[in-house]
């Protein structure tokens, strides 16, 4: 391949939309673009084979998140503690599962920030500063 077209080929590659925002696109309502953009956000979860393949699905030519069935197969993705909690806490966000709120305890302060935001936007307030107060 000559320099010239591997440029266009980078290019092109760069014009592509990422797998996550390809599901904030097909998102069907609220709850499901703050699950899904908590997902984004982590960046781990989503480049993992496992999680992948039992969340993602084309739908009428669009990338889903068909999160249904999902919570069953949350111990048989290969998830440590911490990926399991996080990810059970963004099932609850589309109202799927029942996992308790106390998982925050296993949550390092990245993915915490992330259930934070996401908890604000079902709230309808991302104006509440969270934070250490004097």
């Known amino acids: 391949m000559t320099t010239t077209t591997t440029q ?3 290019t092109d ?11 904030l696109a097909s998102a069907k309502n609220n709850r499901d673009r703050i699950a899904t953009q908590a997902l984004v956000d ?5 480049t993992r084979d496992s999680v992948r393949n039992a969340l993602v699905a084309k739908h009428d030519g ?8 999902l919570s069953g ?3 048989t993705l290969g998830l440590d503690d911490v990926e399991r909690a996080f990810l059970g806490l ?7 599962g029942h996992i308790t709120i106390a998982v925050v305890e296993d949550l390092d ?10 908890i604000r936007g079902l709230a309808g307030n991302d104006r509440i500063a969270i934070g250490t107060r004097l």
Do not use: F, K, N, Q
């Open 42 to 46: 982590e960046e781990t979860l989503l």
């Open 109 to 118: 302060e990245r993915r915490l920030v992330i259930v934070e935001r996401a």
């Open 90 to 96: 963004v099932l609850s966000i589309v109202g799927i």
């Open 73 to 75: 197969r949350l111990y």
């Open 62 to 69: 669009r990338m889903t998140c068909p999160w249904e069935g």
């Open 13 to 23: 590659e760069a014009d592509l939309p990422t797998l996550g925002e390809l599901l």
């Open 8 to 10: 266009a080929a980078d």
